[in-house]
């Protein structure tokens, strides 16, 4: 099986770029697509980006998601970032029946 | 619109086991596979196992394996998850979760509100 390893938090101030990463401990990151999920304390995760780098309905467009296969690892990007958008992050994956979810980053917006 | 209602809290002491339900609606049951996730207090999500609505068939991560079940009942469109031999490890918020399309690889796109399960003697 595989590990997703994910820095463990980030933070920048309003109004900045920040990037996620998310690295495949072994085989191909661009066998399976990877997700990425927002949770907010006390409530259930929600999608911002599936299939690598699709934005579900309703998530700006602030949010995108590659991959780079020459890292093996996946990443989200929040521009312009708001206060609201301080959460837990979480990339997932999937590979021979076995669902991955990274170990969680916290994005601080301060 | 779709909608996963889970189970109210459990205490449970070490070595019982515990059954959660997640309630469907919204859409036609059969044709979506479920998750189970949890996650332990300050801890991350932790993938568990997946159920096919339709055939009732599982497959649970190899941490489970044997004390892990997974049901479902078509007439209520509801699903189960039994973990036994529970020890305070397994202290966590368990959440159900819908895929988003009808392929099982396809992502987690809609969630129950999640059941706080305590395991303390």
């Known amino acids: 099986n595989f590990m997703l390893t994910q820095p463990h938090s980030v933070s920048e101030p309003p109004g900045k770029t920040v990037t996620i990463s998310c690295t495949r401990s072994s085989g191909n990151i661009a066998s399976n697509y990877v997700q990425w999920y927002q949770q907010r304390p006390g409530s259930a995760p929600t999608i911002v980006i599936y299939e690598d780098n699709e934005r579900p309905s309703g998530v700006p467009d602030r949010f995108s998601g590659s991959i780079d296969r020459s890292s093996n690892s996946a990443s989200l990007t929040i521009s312009g970032l708001l206060t609201e958008d301080e959460a837990d992050y979480y990339c997932?994956?999937?590979?021979?029946?076995?669902?991955?979810f990274g170990g969680g980053t916290k994005l601080t917006v301060l | 619109q779709v909608h996963l209602a889970q189970s109210g809290p459990e205490v449970q002491k070490p070595g019982a086991s515990v059954t959660l339900s997640c309630k469907t609606s919204?859409?036609?049951?059969?044709?979506?596979?479920i998750h189970w996730v949890r996650q332990a207090p300050g801890q991350g999500l932790e993938w568990m196992g997946i159920i096919n609505s339709g055939s009732g068939g599982t497959h649970s991560a190899q941490k489970f394996q044997g004390r892990l079940t997974m049901t479902r009942d078509t007439s209520t469109s509801t699903v189960f998850m039994e973990l036994s031999r529970l020890t305070s490890e397994d202290t966590a918020v368990y959440y159900c979760?819908?895929?988003?399309?009808?392929?099982?690889?396809?992502?987690?796109?809609?969630w129950g509100q999640g059941t706080l399960v305590t395991v303390s003697s």
């Open positions: 919204g859409y036609t049951f059969p044709n979506y596979y």
């Open positions: 979760a819908r895929v988003a399309g009808t392929s099982i690889t396809t992502h987690l796109r809609h």
């Open positions: 997932q994956s999937y590979d021979s029946s076995s669902w991955v």
